[in-house]
T-cell receptor, first 114, second 112 residues
Framework: AQSVTQLGSHVSVSEGALVLLRCNYSSSVPPYLFWYVQYPNQGLQLLLK??????LVKGINGFEAEFKKSETSFHLTKPSAHMSDAAEYFCAVSDQQAGTALIFGKGTTLSVSS | DTAVSQTPKYLVTQMGNDKSIKCEQN?????MYWYKQDSKKFLKIMFS???????INETVPNRFSPKSPDKAHLNLHINSLELGDSAVYFCASSMQGNTEAFFGQGTRLTVV
């Protein structure tokens, strides 16, 4: 069975500060990993994905994540936070099988203060 | 041009009623999903269809019945609505061999 753990349900940073959102996964097979962002009253938008190619993945809006198999981690980072980054962030895992649903973590709320 | 569209966006109804949520995707994907997001924002898969065939049917009350008339549509019908059914329901789609899913805007269901 697969699972995702997001450490920290709420992360607060100042504008311009480093953003680090933590995600650890559990999977018995090589996983696909994803980060999604959800703005208030919106659907989920894909930020980036790892599909067994490069371990450092760059996404939209300046975000990136690094797949570390030894640590079973896929943490999301952004060098400099913007006010517009305030949202809910979800890490998700899949087992690469066609039609398999994403298993989501519980989400991390990112707050950005000026 | 919306990729995954759900209707309605908001749905307020009384306990005991029957309601449907519709979903359509114009991405040419062959797999569609229904997810439920609870009040704590936790997302959980409910159903998955691949080429109109039910693939995933998680532990969901049988009051919930998905129907896929074709690959581009996946509707969710809910009978005898209960207070606990209040949540945001998301439709999503993906292409076989690529588990990246595209999500609709969600339907906020409130049962009173």
């Amino acid at each position: 069975a697969q699972s995702v753990t997001q450490l920290g349900s709420h992360v607060s940073v100042s504008e311009g500060a480093l953003v680090l959102l933590r995600c650890n996964y559990s999977s018995s097979v090589p996983p696909y990993l994803f980060w999604y962002v959800q703005y208030p009253n919106q659907g989920l938008q894909l930020l980036l994905k790892y599909t067994s190619a490069a371990t450092l993945v760059k996404g939209i809006n300046g975000f990136e994540a690094e797949f570390k198999k030894s640590e079973t981690s896929f943490h999301l980072t952004k060098p400099s936070a913007h006010m517009s980054d305030a949202a809910e962030y979800f890490c998700a895992v899949s087992d690469q099988q066609a039609g398999t649903a994403l298993i989501f973590g519980k989400g991390t709320t990112l707050s950005v203060s000026s | 041009d919306t990729a995954v569209s759900q209707t309605p966006k908001y749905l307020v109804t009384q306990m005991g009623n029957d309601k449907s949520i519709k979903c359509e995707q114009n991405l040419g994907h062959d797999t569609m999903y229904w997810y439920k997001q609870d009040s704590k924002k936790f997302l959980k898969i409910m159903f998955s269809y691949n080429n109109k065939e039910l693939i995933i049917n998680e532990t969901v009350p049988n009051r919930f019945s998905p129907k896929s008339p074709d690959k581009a549509h996946l509707n969710l019908h809910i009978n005898s609505l209960e207070l606990g059914d209040s949540a945001v329901y998301f439709c999503a789609s993906s292409m076989q061999g690529n588990t990246e899913a595209f999500f609709g805007q969600g339907t906020r269901l409130t049962v009173v």
